[in-house]
């Protein structure tokens, strides 16, 4: 495993990720998409990215690798980058194919990656954490002369538990006169930007927004914009508790900074509010969860 991180100006995100350092271990277990919707991903990030032996793809955030580590089987070359060390132990201990490379780096920094070499980037459930001014800049700057890049989101019950408890959670971090970052329209901003950028192929699509899925199976797009695609939906079965467990381990929730005293105040108020609203915190809670793949075609080297 190759750790560094590139030369741009902004100070490192590498070793402030102590979040998702201290989540490695437990993290396909709380916040996974599971054993069987993984493998299924990446099926479909190899199929619509049209993938062929020796094309490389790239994975930003490739975290523990629970989809990644399908994407190292094939006869193309992977390389996974993520801030976090841990995270990448984690997929390393996983059974990584001979063709796959991890590589400690933060994507708001220049990627360690040959310019004109990538033929497919893709993006599982971080890009909201990202400069996307800089991905964008980076990805023109990798993608060999075709390049598909995708953005994987989980899509979720708005009148399920987790995003009532989510809900909540902004409304206490509100409260406190700070402001959760926003994380819905990541991908169509990034997919904008490339597509009207001077790395699109073609000027005369239409982007579809992130919320108008199209039919399960069907891969389409307008001129260069692919999906957004279901490809794959699950049942969750979890408990309050286990949330807010989570959340309790870390520093910042919803993309702001609390500090750990903050943090258990914070997941103190959303615990209250859930046992009357929801029902006991350990009391089991269903709901359907779907991801889906958007993305578009872009042309490298501008
Ligand atoms: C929510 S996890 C998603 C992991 C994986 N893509 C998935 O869908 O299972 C986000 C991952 O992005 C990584 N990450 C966050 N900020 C990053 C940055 N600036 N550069 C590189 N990786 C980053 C984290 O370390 C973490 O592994």
């Known amino acids: 495993m190759w750790s560094g991180s590139g030369s741009g100006g902004r100070s490192s995100e590498v070793g402030r990720q102590s979040d998702f350092d201290r989540q490695a271990s437990s993290f396909d277990k709380r916040a996974g998409v599971g054993p069987e919707a993984a493998p299924v991903i990446a099926d479909s990030v190899v199929r619509i990215s049209e993938l062929c032996a020796r094309d490389l793809v790239l994975e930003i955030g490739s975290g523990t690798g629970e989809i990644g580590r399908f994407l190292t089987r094939g006869s193309w070359r992977y390389l996974g980058l993520d801030a976090s060390l841990g ?3 984690a997929f390393r201990s996983s059974d990584v194919g001979d063709r796959g490379l991890l590589a400690v780096a933060d994507a708001d920094r220049d990627w360690p990656v040959p310019d004109g070499v990538v033929k497919a980037v893709f993006f ?3 890009l909201h954490r990202l400069d996307v001014a800089c991905v964008a800049s980076q990805i023109r700057r990798v993608a060999q002369d075709r390049c598909c890049v995708l953005v994987g989101r989980v899509h979720r019950d708005p009148n399920g538990y ?9 409304e206490a971090i509100v409260a406190r006169g700070l402001v959760p970052r926003p994380g819905r329209s990541e991908s169509r901003d990034i997919l904008g930007m490339l597509r009207g950028g001077a790395g699109a192929v073609s000027d005369a699509a239409v982007a579809i927004g992130p919320d108008d899925v199209i039919g399960s199976g069907d891969v389409v797009g307008s001129g260069d914009m692919i999906g957004p695609v279901d490809v794959a939906s699950w049942t969750s079965v979890g408990t309050c508790e286990k949330v807010l467990s989570g959340w309790s381990s870390k520093d910042s929730l919803a993309g702001v900074s609390l500090g750990a005293a903050m943090c258990r105040d914070v997941v103190d108020e959303v615990g209250r509010w859930a046992v009357d609203a929801i029902g006991p915190l350990g009391s089991e809670q269903c709901e359907t969860e779907r991801y889906t793949l958007s993305g578009v075609w872009i042309r490298g080297g501008s």
Request: positive net charge; hydrophobic residues 35%.
């Open 162 to 170: 987790k995003d009532r408890l989510r809900d909540r959670m902004h």
């Open 87 to 89: 995270m990448l132990r």
């Open 124 to 126: 599982s459930r971080v």
